[in-house]
């Protein structure tokens, strides 16, 4: 079997514990190219040597085979179900593609068959395709896993996970709450670092998608026949000696930039399942790994589940309101060509990073007049916080390099703004509130000057101001009602003592 990584291990760990802990369903968040197939098959084994039986869902075709041929690597047969092909109902492991496993062939397996349930690309999991399925098995053992689990208010999840027991983000994380720092596989070693850039050539949207709620994967979101040839142009001049990925609004438009490129002098292809036979984009995809350098431009095709390490160009020519497909699309280019396993310390990793022919990937952003649409960015990858990306990408501007330690220090610079401002609205409020309490003659001294007058206060009364105030008023001989008003005030003017 393969080595596990210590992050790995820690992973799977966290799941047992978890499922220790009472929970029977956990996510854990691992960037993409940190091997969380690896995972897949430490937990597969744990269950099926207990006896258990697995299911491990997945949504696209190439991830079915994936995984099998990684539990088979690892000792461990699974059957497939996909399309024609079904799995036996005898077998320990199924990796099965959400798209088949639906109807008769999903009724077909007991609601217990299955002792654990594992599900890939979790953040889509809301889905009605997957949501039956995890429905159907709600009471197994379920661990979702994906590159990010959209952290706070988890939309995109199915509703019955329960926590997120591990993670190790693209990059380092500082969690805007606590202040504590999740490790990232960039910053750990195990990823090649970005070099964001954006092209000077800002791109109105439609003015009718200006006004959409949500931006649609296959819609006409810009001019191309204004932008394209621009985009083309900066992007000939920036792709020279590498091998990119592009992604482009449509099947359409993404022809027409290959076509660009071409003409250009790049050695560029389009790639797509909508109009080409598996074998054309089988061919495409060989074409593309065989080439040192070289330009393949899709619309979503290869956005997930697509490993070619020696991409080292990333072209995000479309607007992208999701952050997981933002960073999915940004992680085709993460793989190192270094053999990082080969090092036992982030430093050590991170410098034969340095020293390979891939040292790190470049990015093409596009800056888009997006209206009123809260648009993925670099920002997307230290804070989640939507006011906050937008104050830290007040600085970007088309035609410059996007430094995402510089955008940290804004993103530092901004929290401390905040708590500054928070911590002076709160001195503020309890300023007010003392005056008017003050106006109101309720500070305790102030009661205790008052002319006495009426019955002296009761033995309970003394007890109850001492419970409360930790202090003997006895000394200071008070009368009833100058008791009760100090009862009635000394909680508030605690509070804000």
């Known amino acids: 079997m393969k080595v596990a990584r210590y992050y790995q291990t820690d992973a799977h760990n966290a799941i047992r514990e978890g499922f220790r802990r009472g929970l029977r369903r956990v996510l854990i968040e691992l960037a993409t190219g940190l ?31 994936q995984a099998l041929e990684e539990l088979k690597l690892n000792g461990l047969f699974a059957y497939r179900e996909q399309a024609d092909e079904r799995a036996s109902l005898t077998a320990q492991a199924v990796v099965a593609s959400v798209q088949s496993l639906q109807g008769k062939w999903l009724e077909r397996f007991p609601v217990d068959h299955f002792k654990l349930v594992v599900t890939d690309e979790v953040h889509g999991s809301a889905a009605k395709t997957f949501r039956v399925i995890l429905d159907h098995f709600r009471n197994a053992f379920h661990v979702g896993v994906t590159a990010t689990a959209e952290r706070h208010d988890k939309r995109g999840l199915w509703d019955g996970f329960e926590e997120i027991v591990y993670r190790m983000p693209l990059n380092n994380w500082t969690d805007k709450e606590t202040g504590i720092v999740t490790v990232g596989g960039i910053d750990d070693g195990w990823l090649v670092p970005f070099d964001f850039y954006e092209l000077d050539c800002p791109v ?47 099947c359409r438009v993404s022809a027409q930039f290959a076509d660009m490129l071409k003409a250009r002098g790049l050695n560029a292809e389009h790639i ?8 054309r984009t089988s061919e495409l995809l060989e074409w593309f790994k065989g080439q040192e350098t070289a330009i393949l431009c899709n619309s979503d095709l290869l956005s997930v589940g697509y490993n070619q390490p020696d991409i080292n160009l990333i072209g995000l020519f479309r607007p992208i309101a999701s952050t997981p497909m933002y ?41 888009w007049e997006n209206g009123s649409h809260n ?73 205790l000057k008052s002319r006495k007058f009426g019955d002296g206060a ?40």
């Open 35 to 65: 091997g969380k197939t690896v995972i897949f098959v430490l937990i597969a084994l744990m269950v099926t040597a207990k006896g258990g039986r697995v299911l491990i869902l997945v949504n696209r075709d190439v991830l079915v085979t």
């Open 204 to 250: 109105t949207l439609d003015e009718k998608l200006m006004s959409h709620a949500i931006i649609k994967e296959n819609e006409e979101v810009f001019d191309s026949g204004k932008y394209l040839p621009r985009l083309a142009e900066l992007a000939t001049e920036e792709s020279q000696g590498r091998k990119g990925l592009f992604f482009l609004p449509n």
């Open 272 to 279: 797509d399942s909508s109009y080409m036979t598996p074998a």
């Open 327 to 367: 960073k999915q699309r940004l992680g085709r280019g993460t793989r190192p060509t270094a053999k990082v396993d080969d090092y036992d310390t982030a430093d050590a990793r991170k410098a034969a990073i340095a020293a390979s022919n891939k040292p790190v990937c470049k990015v093409l952003n596009v800056f």
């Open 375 to 447: 648009l993925a960015t670099p920002s997307v990858l230290l804070t989640d916080d939507a006011d906050e990306r937008e104050a830290i990408d007040k600085a970007r501007k088309p035609g410059s390099t996007i430094d995402l330690a510089q955008l940290e220090e804004r993103l530092k610079a901004k929290r401390m703004e905040d708590k500054d401002e928070e911590m002076r609205k709160f001195a503020e409020k309890v300023a007010n509130s003392q005056a008017q309490k003050k106006r109101g003659g309720v500070y305790i001294d102030d009661i």
């Open 458 to 497: 009761s033995e309970a009364q003394y007890r109850f101001l001492y419970v409360l105030a930790k202090r003997d008023f006895r000394k200071e001989q008070l009368t009833k009602s100058q008791a009760s008003r100090i009862i009635g005030r000394y909680k508030p003017e605690k509070a804000t003592a």
